[in-house]
């Protein structure tokens, strides 16, 4: 750091500011230190600050699978704003599983990370038992829940999924279908299904058991489903995917049937996947702020590191999309 100061022509306390609260300084003096540390090729000692401050930098974050792209802008979203502030992202994959999920959070905290952000909401009694006597900031992200173990900033699983199926009603579709991710495991697949139910209340109609389907995760599970669902029930009009490759699925075995959608099936997903937006036709959808989700948790982070107390609820909403396929 000495060496990284004389070159830059700086102080040490300045030169330990650019590398963690670098906003604190100007953009002139900032790019002035970390030149000199890439010139230098100084790395910090992160384990010696950690032995000091009895925290590190890393914030780590949780999410059930790195291969399902709906993460990736949340994960974005913290990246950038960590970045910022000259911490550093540790992302892990869950499997969809608690218990993987408990091992993560005991990994995390004896590698001493500042804040945890975690996409489930259910964690296993030992997990939340570990976060709390740790004291380690946490945010959950994947619905809005009711009890955060610590705070939470999302969108109302509930809300969007009741929203979706008024929005199909309200265009006349009479016979809606549900098809969602399976239930028993799944807290957010939960809440969407409890969401369309709901919606039949609110539009006093019975809810038929025939309409209402759980599959596992793909593209050929919607296009099954779909399939299934006509069979069953030949005067089904319209079909809410509680998650996009299974509307994705459903459109292209569709296609395939050569059913015309929507004048012989309405489909409508969940998330505002890339390909909904160029499918022929579009999906109809809800648009949700996924990466504004990931900027507020890392800012809310940021925020309790610094000292503020504030335990947060945000919800962040969403927008219901209307496209062709509807």
């Known amino acids: 750091?000495?060496?990284?100061?004389?070159?830059?022509?700086?102080?040490?306390?300045?030169?330990?500011?650019?590398?963690?609260?670098?906003?604190?300084?100007?953009?002139?003096?900032?790019?002035?230190?970390?030149?000199?540390?890439r010139r230098i090729g100084y790395v910090p000692n992160r384990i010696a600050a950690n032995l000091a401050s009895a925290r590190s930098s890393v914030v780590g974050q949780i999410v059930p699978?790195?291969?399902?792209?709906?993460?990736?802008?949340?994960?974005?979203?913290?990246?950038?704003?960590?970045?910022?502030?000259?911490m550093q992202l540790m992302l892990a994959d869950s499997g969809y599983s608690l218990e993987e999920e408990e091992a993560l959070i005991a990994a995390f905290v004896a590698q001493r990370v500042s804040g945890l952000i975690l996409h489930n909401t259910e964690h296993t009694p030992r997990a939340v038992e570990m976060i709390r006597r740790s004291g380690v900031p946490v945010i959950e992200t994947g619905d809005l829940a009711r009890r955060p173990v610590d705070m939470s900033i999302s969108y109302s699983n509930f809300n969007a999924a009741r929203a979706m199926t008024l929005h199909l009603a309200a265009r006349g579709y009479r016979s809606i279908g549900c098809v969602s991710l399976v239930t028993r495991v799944n807290r957010r697949a939960r809440e969407r299904q409890r969401g369309y139910l709901a919606a039949l209340r609110i539009l006093k109609r019975p809810p038929d058991p025939r309409l209402t389907m759980e599959v596992g995760p793909g593209m050929t599970a919607g296009a099954r489903a779909m399939v299934d669902m006509v069979s069953r029930v030949p005067g089904v009009d319209a079909i809410f995917f509680a998650g996009d490759v299974l509307a994705v699925g459903a459109l292209f075995e569709a296609q395939r049937r050569r059913w015309a959608v929507p004048g012989r099936i309405a489909i409508a997903g969940f998330d505002?996947?890339?390909?909904?937006?160029?499918?022929?036709?579009?999906?109809?959808?809800?648009?949700?702020?996924?990466?504004?989700?990931?900027?507020?948790?890392?800012?809310?982070?940021?925020?309790?590191?610094?000292?503020?107390?504030?335990?947060?609820?945000?919800?962040?909403g969403f927008e219901v999309i209307q496209r062709e396929s509807t």
């Open 65 to 86: 699978s790195i291969q399902n792209s709906l993460y990736v802008d949340t994960v974005k979203g913290t990246a950038d704003v960590l970045r910022a502030a000259g």
């Open 1 to 37: 750091m000495r060496d990284v100061a004389a070159a830059a022509g700086v102080s040490l306390m300045t030169v330990s500011r650019a590398l963690r609260e670098p906003e604190r300084l100007s953009g002139e003096t900032r790019k002035a230190v970390l030149d000199a540390v």
């Open 272 to 316: 505002d996947l890339e390909i909904l937006q160029h499918a022929v036709p579009r999906v109809t959808c809800l648009r949700l702020p996924r990466l504004e989700i990931g900027r507020r948790s890392a800012e809310s982070l940021i925020d309790r590191l610094r000292g503020k107390e504030e335990r947060i609820r945000l919800d962040l």
